[in-house]
């Protein structure tokens, strides 16, 4: 069973490109969270999606970021008109319940660099 | 608000016994995580506390005193791979959202 897949693993972008982040949950699961990272710092939760909706979004900031986990294919980031800040790591995970956040598993991560 | 404490970093030898610890300060706890994560990698689950009191698997063990608003985590027997970043998580669902809190995260270095 594979596990959570995050591609790509390092994606460079210049300020006022776009990034997209795609993230694969682990099979049976469909349950992805997305979390942001700065060097030296704790996970950020950003957003919480099943198949096909949005639950929670409060850690994500209203402008130039969205995400979606369509009902077939990978759960993407969209970061629109990049700036040097978004620099961070971008881990997802996921678990097979609703309930069971407390065992979720993580992806490899994508480290974005904007230059 | 929501906030975990735990301290930024760790020292101890091979062979030996570390415990780091995690305040924390949330509504409508559910329970405390332990992620370990090494330096580029992904966190990984450790352990969860949904009740009070000490949860052991292998070497490593986690404590919970939900009165207290505290948990630790217990590293047995280190070893030279144990170096790595530990976070305590709580789930809030305040507001109504599945949202997971992590702590800054605590650096743990072994020594030979």
């Known amino acids: 069973n594979a596990g959570v897949m995050q591609n790509p693993r390092h994606l460079v972008r210049r300020r006022g490109q776009e990034a997209r982040l795609r993230c694969s949950p682990m099979k049976g699961h469909s349950h992805v969270y997305w979390y942001r990272q700065l060097p030296e710092e704790g996970l950020k939760f950003m957003v919480y999606?099943?198949?096909?909706?949005?639950?929670?979004e409060s850690g994500m900031p209203k402008e130039r970021f969205s995400a979606e986990f369509p009902k077939e294919g990978p759960s993407i980031l969209r970061i629109q008109q990049v700036v040097r800040g978004d620099s961070a790591a971008y881990f997802c995970a996921s678990s097979p319940l609703a309930g069971d956040q407390e065992t979720q598993y993580f992806g490899p991560g994508t480290r974005l660099l904007v230059l | 608000g929501q906030s975990l404490e735990q301290p930024s970093e760790v020292t101890a030898v091979e062979g030996a016994i570390v415990q780091i610890n995690c305040t924390y300060q949330t509504s409508g706890f559910y329970g405390l995580s332990w992620y370990q994560q090494h330096d580029g990698g992904a966190p990984t689950f450790l352990s969860y506390?949904?009740?009070?009191g000490l949860e052991e698997t292998g070497r490593f063990s986690s404590f919970l005193s939900r009165s207290d608003s505290y948990g630790y985590l217990l590293l047995q027997e280190l070893q030279m791979k144990d170096s790595a970043s530990y976070f305590c998580a709580v789930r809030d669902e305040n507001t109504g959202g599945f949202k997971t809190i992590f702590g800054a995260g605590t650096r743990l270095f072994v020594k030979a």
């Open positions: 506390n949904a009740l009070d």
């Open positions: 999606l099943q198949k096909e909706n949005i639950i929670d």
